[in-house]
């Protein structure tokens, strides 16, 4: 259930006020960032990609319905977005181009051990399990987001990937 004062920002920014979709951007930044490194393993290619996922969410907004979550509409914004530039590497390409990044950039290193274990995981099995254990998407959930997997492929994946990280030497 959306909180008054969300209600109330999601209102005013479908109003086209600026400043009530500059707090809803602010509240769910962390979240929306945090979302794109441990997905693109990348800060740059993140921070970007971050302010895109805003931007079309800014665009899109007379599309959230009244009995939408805001906080769930955004991530969903950003998953497909994010999925996209796994699959196509549009911006990191055009980053590397212009020399904002460099193809062999350092990977991103976490003090959290538990955190390091997810960032190294295989792409597919990383980011269904950042998408059921982290971000409580469901199976059927995150079977929508890959088309070419199944319930039980997906549901098999965590599986395994959770057996992965309570096995890893460096988790302990």
């Known amino acids: 259930m959306q909180h008054d004062y ?5 209102q005013s920014a479908k109003q086209e ?8 951007c ?11 490194v441990r997905f693109l393993l ?3 290619v993140a921070e970007i990609i971050t302010q895109d996922i805003f931007i079309e969410a800014w665009d899109n907004l ?3 319905r009244d009995d939408q979550s805001f906080d769930i509409w955004l991530k969903s914004i950003a998953i497909y977005k994010l999925l996209d530039e796994i699959r196509t590497k549009k911006l990191k390409d055009r980053l ?3 020399n904002v990044i460099f193809d062999n950039e350092k990977e991103i290193v976490s003090d959290d051990k538990l955190e390091n274990i997810i960032l190294s995981l295989p792409e597919r ?3 269904s399990f950042i998408l059921h254990d982290i971000e ?3 199976y059927e959930e995150i079977a929508d987001f890959f088309a070419d997997l199944t319930k039980e492929e997906i549901k098999k994946m965590i599986r395994e990937t959770r057996k992965e990280i309570i096995s890893s030497n460096n988790y302990v």
């Open 17 to 24: 006020k600026k400043n009530a979709y500059r707090e809803l």
């Open 6 to 10: 969300e209600k109330l920002l999601i």
């Open 42 to 44: 990348n800060e740059k």
């Open 125 to 127: 099995e990383r980011i």
């Open 136 to 138: 409580k998407y469901t």
């Open 26 to 36: 602010s509240i769910n930044l962390k979240k929306i960032y945090n979302i794109s």
């Open 96 to 98: 590397i181009e212009e």
């Open 62 to 64: 007379k599309f959230l």
